[in-house]
T-cell receptor, first 110, second 118 residues
Framework: GQSLEQPSEVTAVEGAIVQINCTYQTSGFYGLSWYQQHDGGAPTFLSYNALDGLEETGRFSSFLSRSDSYGYLLLQELQMKDSASYFCAVKKGGDDKIIFGKGTRLHILP | GAVVSQHPSRVICKSGTSVKIECRSLDFQATTMFWYRQFPKQSLMLMATSNEGSKATYEQGVEKDKFLINHASLTLSTLTVTSAHPEDSSFYIC??????????????FGQGTRLTVV
């Protein structure tokens, strides 16, 4: 089986930096991805890490340590529109399935 | 990016009736699509993998006779919730990946369907 753990909620202030952690246990690990979902909307892809290290895309960065089965999403210069749920997800090798974590609800205070 | 369209976005049906949800890849062919279910403030739970031209693969605990999946073409998969009951009320989302883009491609999601069974 597989499991992903991430905090259920995080609160941060507009303009600040926030880090959302994710640990995972899965067989056939292929890579870790992150998705953003606003209330009532569909998930949208943010980033993907297959190799150890940091991937940067604008204000968002994602990190992976395969040896620690750990990754994080870093959001910089937070904006009110970043208030959403963020899901880490693993792609298993051998098939196209993407398994999602429980999600972290990010609250941003003005 | 690739576009996946899901229809309807909202549906209300009476208990005991069946509801069909469509998922279309608009600008690419998807041999595989995925159906998820999401309860309020919870994660997306994978229900099944829809394979074009063959039977769907269901995740453990998902009733295949309850949730009928048909993937009749490379651009269309349908999920039919049969004999719906109030506990089937949920947000159903499909996803697909565009092929031929390397070892990993992002999953593109439909807009989701909010099903309410009364």
């Amino acid at each position: 089986g597989q499991s992903l753990e991430q905090p259920s909620e995080v609160t941060a202030v507009e303009g600040a930096i926030v880090q959302i952690n994710c640990t995972y246990q899965t067989s056939g690990f292929y890579g870790l991805s992150w998705y953003q979902q606003h209330d009532g909307g569909a998930p949208t892809f943010l980033s993907y890490n297959a190799l150890d290290g940091l991937e940067e895309t604008g204000r968002f960065s994602s990190f992976l340590s395969r040896s620690d089965s750990y990754g994080y999403l870093l959001l910089q210069e937070l904006q009110m529109k970043d208030s959403a749920s963020y899901f880490c997800a693993v792609k298993k090798g051998g098939d196209d399935k993407i398994i999602f974590g429980k999600g972290t609800r990010l609250h941003i205070l003005p | 990016g690739a576009v996946v369209s899901q229809h309807p976005s909202r549906v209300i049906c009476k208990s005991g009736t069946s509801v069909k949800i469509e998922c279309r890849s608009l600008d690419f062919q998807a041999t595989t699509m995925f159906w998820y279910r999401q309860f309020p403030k919870q994660s997306l739970m994978l229900m099944a993998t829809s394979n074009e031209g063959s039977k769907a693969t269901y995740e453990q605990g998902v009733e295949k006779d309850k949730f009928l999946i048909n993937h009749a073409s490379l651009t269309l998969s349908t999920l039919t919730v049969t004999s719906a009951h109030p506990e089937d009320s949920s947000f159903y989302i499909c996803s697909a990946r565009a092929p031929g883009q390397g070892r990993y491609t992002e999953a593109f999601f439909g807009q989701g369907t909010r099903l309410t069974v009364v």
